[in-house]
């Protein structure tokens, strides 16, 4: 087994160009597993709140015989982030495109991978493999060969982005996240990431998991519990990270890299093959909106998790949901 | 027609004892709406955001004939509240009970009613008549003969708990909020308004209600400017107001005054006929909830809102449910 928490590797682009406009050096993380696989490489990419050692779920299941490379989005705090770069853009202008250029030049350049069996990513790592696929997931022999979308969506919807609205004017709001200046001061806004955690709360699971008071599988003894759990994981956060991903999170739509605009018209043109996987009791990435998008892909399935487990039900918080997708995603990868 | 914002009146209870433990004077303001009628009385109660003016719906429908009784319950800014009464409890004690017994006091010692043709109430009005009928609908000749109970729950779930969490989270942590201390300092919170408002909106309607941007049906023209109108109108409240009526809300549980707090057991002593209204979108106060709490009642009758409109529907934010529920209720109260 390998060791709990292995080091990162990192991988320097001096003159990474942003969408927003800046260009400037930044740092790509990067876990690379199994390189001397002959059976191809597998990508998989971090949701909100997810490093690169929690987003390892089906590496040791259906992807265990792969070349798998693990990154860390740009403003995870692994790479490039406003937490670790003084100078990273402070207007939030951070997007998905900028994400994908960095990763694919860290395989292309760096790792000389040449092509992907399949791009994995969960929530807001879901967001990004959609944005492999419209980005490089067209053409007769597209570079990415499959995609694995899990509880995400191609454009984020209004309800998710007004969800996203409360958390982050939570934070914005406290006292002590000073107008973005409490690094400056030297204090972390805890009060303010306090408050995030509990305006994020309710959302991740479902009110049947509440119901049926499914806290208790993840070891808390009171609803009481569980907040303060969410809490503290909120407060192991830097504050403007969690904003410039909020803030990219919000702008998702592939109709930016594809499409002309239009995210249907961008999934249209994509010749990999998707595989979407919603959870059927996820609040804000709804399967109904998974259903569309399969529509409007040439090569998509539609499996979705029949889970309470809400959001956290593709994050690998419940062992049957993950051994569902495990064999979904190892069934998808063994079709031509 | 009536003028658009009559003043209320204001009943004094010199000794009012709280459940909480305090005694001392308080006001409950009312109005009394039609007081020769005949026909009977009818008791309305107030949601959170909501004022006696703005709780209106079906007196001009179903309820027209009737004497109707408007009452604010007790936190709203109308009756006794932390913003209207400087030795208000200060401690988040005020419980549902409270507003019953000062409701009933009025009733029954000031107006002369001796008998309600019914209780309505949306949301925490709902919470509210779902009160009544385990407090005063129970036995051989109840003093309340029906409930209508709207868009609500007979006990508070804990995915609703963890849903006010959030606003109420935002709205304390926030810099202007100062801990509570916002008055004596001759601060309006409105940083800590505004993050409780964005913290909200979200949950308010539904994903299919953002989707079909029935924003535009209230007039906004962008999302953005639909979650401004939300913002503005918490804007509008005092923050200790707003806290104290979310405490209540999270500790709502009819188990607190019958059943021996088992909340089913209340619900199954109740001989009133109660209306249970939820609305099939609603995110917070599900329907399933509402079929399980008509299983419990002697007297029950389930009749969903089938309506994108979420939470919503119950506050009459939508024309056409707004018919639905006044033709439902003008038919449930014309059966014996």
Redesign the interface.
């Known amino acids: 087994m390998a060791e709990p928490n292995p080091p990162h590797s990192l991988y320097t682009i001096p003159d990474f160009q942003f969408a927003g406009g800046v260009r400037k050096k930044i740092n790509i993380a990067y876990r690379s597993i199994n390189p001397t696989s002959t059976k191809g490489t597998v990508l998989i990419l971090t949701c909100y709140g997810g490093h690169i050692n929690t987003t390892l779920t089906f590496t040791t299941g259906a992807l265990k015989d792969y070349h798998v490379v693990v990154v860390a989005m740009i403003g995870n705090g692994e790479s490039s982030s406003p937490s670790n770069d003084p100078d990273f853009p402070k207007d939030y202008s951070l997007r998905y495109e900028d994400c994908i250029n960095a990763q694919y030049a860290l395989l292309t350049r760096h790792l000389g991978v040449e092509r992907l069996e399949t791009v994995v990513g969960f929530s807001m790592g879901g967001q990004q493999a959609y944005y492999w696929a419209v980005m490089h997931g067209v053409g007769a022999t597209p570079f990415v060969k499959r995609a694995v979308v899990i509880c995400s969506s191609a454009k984020t ?7 996203l ?6 934070l ?5 996240y ?1 107008g973005g200046r409490y690094r400056e001061n030297g204090v972390k806004p805890l ?2 990431l ?2 995030f955690g ?5 959302w991740l699971t ?6 049926l ?1 499914l806290w208790r599988v993840l070891g808390a003894g009171s ?1 009481h519990e569980w ?1 303060e759990m969410e809490v503290r994981s909120s407060e192991e956060w830097d504050a403007e990270d969690l904003i410039v991903l909020a803030r990219m999170w919000q702008k998702g739509d592939v109709g930016a890299v594809g499409g002309g605009g239009d995210w249907k018209a961008a999934l249209g043109k994509v010749e990999a093959k998707v595989l979407v996987m919603p959870c059927v009791s996820d ?2 990435f ?1 399967a ?1 909106e998974g259903e569309r998008e399969v529509e409007c892909l040439k090569n998509g399935r539609y499996e979705p998790i029949a889970s309470v487990w809400g959001h956290m039900a593709g994050g690998g918080a419940c062992e049957e949901d993950t051994r569902f997708m495990d064999e979904r995603i190892g069934r998808f990868l063994s079709e031509e």
């Open positions: 919807s209004g309800h998710n982005y007004a969800f609205e409360g958390p982050v004017s939570a914005r709001a406290s006292g002590d000073y009060g303010g306090r408050a509990r305006a994020y709360a309710a479902s009110a049947e998991w509440f119901r008071e609803l907040l609040q804000y709804l109904a």
